[in-house]
């Protein structure tokens, strides 16, 4: 791989805004590149894998899992250069080049035409329990992640945490565990009110205005046995058993490409960029899309993330090419699929003989 190549758009980010970014603009016969800090594609849904997806148009229920394979099978489809562990840490713009240089961690050099944001909450790192020792039950049975709901079968779990995350996960595990407990430190839940109904309808214990003072281990220090829960409203302190406990307590996130680059990227609240519904920043040939994109109108969901990808791509082309057309041609008169559409009806067509 050659990192001075110039490519027309180099993509940062590789969830579900960063794969249909690079699908589109493969589309629109640019020469793409997509760089992501993770070791694998993906983005957030690599939280939820095992999470069913409803709301994203004409798809019938998936699970994220699947949904990452169908999304990187798309992003594919035009052989875009794929960079993984390479963690961005400048974007600048030297005026007398008018290209973007993009530079990793680990020094290297992205040169491009155009850039398109696609970083989501940023690099995402769990908010740990702040308690000492804790780390040490982190490869047995204290969880930040749940990569596989059978993990907690038949089990007696403790959930940390009030919002929709530790509530969905509270939900998804009930069926599945032995039982199921959530300690929030307030009398309120960040969470979808639908959600919360039913948990309190469920067999699910809720632990409200109660914090965490002590996680009790096994002989061997190695496992959490049960947790020291202090009611905060009464005072009272009980110990609860438990197999596995679970932090949801969010995410920290990492910006620090965006917020110290010498472009001066304008930002709402300090996180989100401040663009348009075309998916345009304050920089001439910078593009951002999904969660990390802020205008009026933003449909913050997986399906929005897919238009704001769409719209960065036709900007960005344009910006290459003010003579090009507005928008891509749909797929289904699109040339660039021509041959691709070709093999796919000699498949169908010997399957149904």
Same mark, same amino acid.
């Given at each position: 791989?050659?990192?001075?190549?110039?490519?027309?758009?180099?993509?940062?980010?590789?969830?579900?805004?960063?794969?249909?970014?690079?699908?589109?603009?493969?589309?629109?016969?640019?020469?793409?590149?997509?760089? #992501?800090?993770?070791?694998?594609?993906?983005?957030?849904v690599?939280?939820?894998?095992?999470?069913?997806?409803?709301? *994203?148009?004409?798809?019938?229920?998936?699970?994220?899992?699947?949904?990452?394979? /169908?999304?990187?099978?798309?992003?594919?489809t035009? #052989?875009?250069?794929? @960079?993984?562990?390479?963690? *961005?840490?400048?974007?600048?713009?030297?005026?007398?080049?008018q290209l973007?240089?993009l530079?990793?961690?680990?020094?290297?050099?992205h040169i491009? %035409?155009? @850039?398109?944001?696609? @970083?989501?909450?940023?690099?995402?790192?769990?908010?740990?329990?702040?308690?000492?020792? $804790?780390?040490?039950?982190?490869?047995?049975?204290?969880?930040?992640?749940? /990569?596989?709901?059978?993990?907690?079968?038949?089990?007696? &779990?403790?959930?940390?945490g009030?919002?929709?995350?530790?509530?969905?996960?509270? @939900?998804?595990?009930?069926?599945?565990?032995?039982?199921?407990?959530?300690?929030?430190?307030?009398?309120q839940? #960040?969470?979808?009110?639908?959600?919360?109904?039913?948990?309190?309808?469920?067999?699910? /214990?809720?632990?409200?205005e109660?914090?965490?003072?002590?996680?009790?281990?096994?002989?061997?220090?190695?496992?959490?046995?049960?947790?020291? &829960? %202090?009611?905060? %409203?009464?005072? %009272?302190?009980?110990? *609860?058993? &438990?197999?596995?406990?679970?932090?949801?307590?969010?995410?920290?996130?990492?910006?620090?490409?965006?917020?110290?680059?010498?472009?001066?990227?304008?930002?709402?609240? =300090?996180?989100?960029?401040?663009?348009? $519904?075309?998916?345009?920043?304050?920089? #001439?040939?910078?593009?951002?899309?999904? =969660?990390?994109? $802020?205008?009026?109108?933003?449909?913050?969901?997986?399906?929005?993330?897919?238009?704001?990808?769409?719209?960065?791509?036709? /900007?960005?082309?344009?910006?290459?090419?003010?003579?090009?057309t $507005?928008t891509? +041609? &749909?797929?289904?008169?699109?040339?660039?699929?021509?041959?691709?559409?070709?093999?796919? +009806?000699?498949?169908?067509?010997?399957?149904?003989?």
């Amino acid at each position: 791989m050659n990192h001075n190549e110039i490519y027309d758009v180099t993509i940062i980010g590789g969830g579900p805004a960063g794969l249909f970014s690079t699908f589109y603009s493969g589309m629109r016969a640019m020469k793409t590149k997509l760089i #992501d800090f993770q070791p694998q594609l993906g983005g957030k849904v690599n939280v939820y894998p095992e999470k069913i997806i409803w709301d *994203i148009g004409a798809l019938t229920p998936v699970t994220g899992e699947k949904l990452m394979e /169908q999304m990187i099978e798309q992003a594919s489809t035009f #052989d875009p250069e794929i @960079v993984l562990n390479e963690k *961005i840490i400048k974007v600048e713009k030297p005026s007398e080049e008018q290209l973007f240089i993009l530079t990793a961690a680990n020094g290297n050099k992205h040169i491009s %035409k155009t @850039v398109i944001l696609a @970083v989501g909450g940023g690099i995402l790192k769990p908010i740990k329990l702040n308690m000492q020792g $804790a780390d040490r039950f982190e490869v047995t049975n204290l969880h930040y992640v749940i /990569q596989s709901l059978n993990k907690f079968k038949n089990k007696d &779990v403790m959930i940390l945490g009030g919002g929709n995350a530790a509530i969905d996960w509270a @939900v998804e595990l009930e069926p599945v565990a032995k039982s199921v407990k959530i300690v929030h430190r307030r009398d309120q839940f #960040d969470c979808h009110e639908s959600q919360l109904t039913h948990v309190k309808k469920s067999t699910i /214990q809720i632990h409200s205005e109660s914090t965490v003072k002590q996680l009790v281990s096994t002989q061997d220090n190695t496992k959490i046995n049960s947790v020291l &829960v %202090k009611n905060n %409203k009464t005072g %009272k302190s009980s110990q *609860i058993k &438990v197999d596995d406990v679970i932090i949801s307590y969010g995410f920290e996130r990492e910006l620090s490409f965006i917020k110290d680059s010498p472009l001066d990227i304008e930002l709402i609240n =300090d996180y989100f960029i401040n663009g348009t $519904a075309k998916s345009q920043t304050s920089i #001439d040939g910078l593009f951002a899309a999904g =969660d990390i994109l $802020a205008f009026d109108g933003k449909v913050h969901l997986i399906a929005g993330a897919f238009t704001d990808a769409t719209n960065a791509v036709n /900007q960005a082309k344009h910006y290459l090419d003010p003579s090009s057309t $507005a928008t891509g +041609r &749909v797929s289904s008169h699109n040339s660039r699929f021509e041959e691709k559409n070709k093999k796919i +009806r000699s498949h169908l067509y010997v399957n149904n003989s």
